[in-house]
């Protein structure tokens, strides 16, 4: 059985061109903070990932902390201020909202002061992508990155987060990036590595991953790959859309990242669902993949107005570079017999 992998906002698959720069950087011996040549060899690596990273992000002139992943950096920006947020964003910056902002049924954010407020630029589980005010302090860029043509410098955030194994890097690295000037508190504090907002020898062979992850990605948005994986899920949405009547597509009307579909078959267990599919080859989730698994309604769907019981029958299915049509169509194909069969066990 070919087993077909539909979990991209979980974590894409390693690009080629990250294991080549990871494999390399493997080999540098030398600490990028020793003045020696091994210290500047493993330094110019480090550079030269910032600068990959910067140029992919539209961050010319930011600054690039680099971090163990989108959750440190989310502590990093968001540690020791008080934030108004929203529900739907995910658990590593909920964490830190101290005034939960409402969220229409849209699945849309208002926010009222933006200077301390956060406000994730694209949802994990809906792909609803937001407009960000500006002046915003925090946005979680992670699921956009690599995905939208986005730039920092023009989304007017005053700090963003973002994860390479969300785009083809490895897990394990993140970054938070930050208009240059920006007062920050270090929360690992030590020989004051990156800039002093994060101590502690940085991950060369990580770093190296992120950056040419980045680069590959900035590439493929060029070259209209991802317009052809929004048309895959489009196939998709049409194709489950016609075989089921009890089935609620979240988001279909509203601006989406081009991979993600999220659908709720009220009284379906979501995590019933995964499972069923998983036995048949496909890897799907029920949510954020930090959340999965936990038998509990969907915080995002909740927030959105969804009842419990449709919140908690909702599952995602996102996309990446290497779907295939015949992926969705078998998907779709399977998704449908088990629906089939669920209608008629509860009737």
């Given at each position: 059985m070919k087993r077909?992998?539909?979990?991209?906002n979980a974590t894409a698959a390693l690009r080629p061109e990250a294991r080549d720069a990871m494999i390399a950087a493997m080999d540098l011996v030398g600490n990028p903070s020793s003045v020696h040549a091994e210290g500047r060899a493993a330094k110019a690596v480090v550079e030269k990932a910032r600068t990959q990273i910067a140029t992919a992000f539209g961050a010319d002139g930011a600054d690039i902390v680099f971090t163990s992943g989108a959750t440190e950096a989310a502590a990093l920006a968001m540690a020791g201020r008080d934030f108004q947020g929203a529900a739907i964003e995910h658990d590593a910056v909920r964490?830190?909202?101290?005034?939960?902002?409402?969220v229409a049924q849209s699945g849309h954010v208002d926010v009222l002061n933006a200077p301390q407020s956060t406000l994730q630029l694209a949802n994990s589980e809906?792909?609803?992508?937001?407009?960000?005010?500006?002046?915003?302090?925090?946005?979680?860029?992670?699921?956009?990155?690599?995905?939208?043509?986005?730039?920092?410098?023009?989304?007017?955030?005053?700090?963003?987060l973002i994860s390479a194994h969300k785009l083809g890097g490895p897990k394990g690295i993140g970054a938070l990036v930050m208009k240059r000037g920006t007062d920050l508190a270090a929360q690992i504090k030590g020989g004051g590595q990156e800039m002093g907002r994060r101590s502690g020898t940085e991950n060369v062979t990580?770093?190296?991953?992120?950056?040419?992850?980045?680069?590959?990605?900035?590439?493929d948005l060029a070259n209209g790959v991802w317009e052809n994986v929004a048309e895959l899920r489009n196939i998709?949405?049409?194709?489950?859309?016609?075989?089921?009547?009890?089935?609620?597509?979240?988001?279909?009307?509203?601006?989406?990242?081009?991979?993600?579909?999220?659908?709720?078959?009220?009284?379906?267990?979501?995590?019933?669902?995964?499972?069923?599919?998983?036995?048949?080859?496909?890897?799907?989730?029920?949510?954020?993949?930090?959340?999965?698994?936990?038998?509990?309604?969907?915080?995002?769907?909740t927030a959105m107005g969804f009842d419990e019981m449709t919140a908690s029958s909702a599952i995602r299915v996102s996309l990446g570079p290497e779907t295939a049509e015949e992926d969705v169509l078998r998907f779709a194909e399977t998704w449908l017999e088990k629906e089939k069969k669920h209608r008629a066990r509860a009737a």
């Open positions: 077909v992998y539909l979990d991209h964490a830190w909202i101290d005034e939960v902002l409402p809906t792909g609803i992508v937001q407009s960000l005010p500006a002046g915003l302090a925090v946005t979680d860029a992670t699921q956009a990155f690599g995905k939208l043509p986005i730039a920092f410098n023009w989304l007017g955030a005053e700090m963003a990580g770093i190296a991953g992120f950056g040419a992850a980045a680069e590959a990605a900035s590439r998709l949405e049409n194709a489950l859309e016609a075989g089921t009547k009890a089935t609620i597509f979240v988001g279909k009307d509203q601006g989406r990242l081009p991979n993600t579909l999220c659908f709720a078959t009220p009284g379906w267990k979501g995590e019933t669902q995964v499972m069923q599919m998983d036995l048949s080859g496909f890897a799907i989730s029920a949510g954020s993949a930090c959340s999965s698994g936990k038998v509990r309604a969907s915080a995002v769907l």
